[in-house]
Nanobody, 127 residues
Framework: QVQLVESGGGLVQAGGSLRLSCAAS????????MGWFRQAPGKEREFVAA????????YYADSVKGRFTISRDNAKNTVYLQMNSLKPEDTAVYYC????????????????????WGQGTQVTVSS
C-alpha cells in the first residue's frame, strides 16, 4: 500500500504561482512512477503531468505545458507540481497518483494506469 497526501493548494490570482506537494508513505517511493491529475466542477478528472521513478522522464498535458513543472525528491518521498502563470481554467481539485514501475524512464498519462490516489487539494484561480 502507498498513502499519498497532497498539500499546497489555495486561492491565487490569475498569473500567480503555487507549488503543490504530494508526500508518499508505505512503500519504496523510488519504485513508483507518479502523476498529477485534476478535476474541475462538473468535469471529468483529467491528466496534468507525470514523472518516472528516476525523475528522468516527464510528460505534460498540452494545456499546462510550459507553465507547470513536475519534479520529485526520492529522499523526501515527495513529488511536486510547480504551477506558474495560473489561469482561471486551472481551477480544480488536484490529485496525485502512484503506480509501481521499476522501469527508469516510463511515465503514465492515463487515469486507469494508476493504483494509488491522494484525497486531493483545491486550487482556485481568480480572474
Amino acid at each position: 500500500q502507498v498513502q499519498l497526501v497532497e498539500s499546497g493548494g489555495g486561492l491565487v490570482q490569475a498569473g500567480g504561482s503555487l507549488r503543490l506537494s504530494c508526500a508518499a508513505s508505505g512503500r519504496t517511493f523510488s519504485s513508483y512512477a507518479m502523476g498529477w491529475f485534476r478535476q474541475a466542477p462538473g468535469k471529468e478528472r483529467e491528466f496534468v503531468a507525470a514523472i518516472s521513478w528516476s525523475g528522468g522522464s516527464t510528460y505534460y498535458a498540452d494545456s499546462v505545458k510550459g507553465r507547470f513543472t513536475i519534479s520529485r525528491d526520492n529522499a523526501k518521498n515527495t513529488v511536486y507540481l510547480q504551477m506558474n502563470s495560473l489561469k482561471p481554467e486551472d481551477t480544480a481539485v488536484y490529485y496525485c497518483a502512484a503506480v509501481f514501475s521499476p522501469k527508469r524512464t516510463v511515465v503514465f498519462g492515463r487515469e486507469y494506469e494508476y493504483d494509488y490516489w491522494g484525497q486531493g487539494t483545491q486550487v482556485t484561480v481568480s480572474s
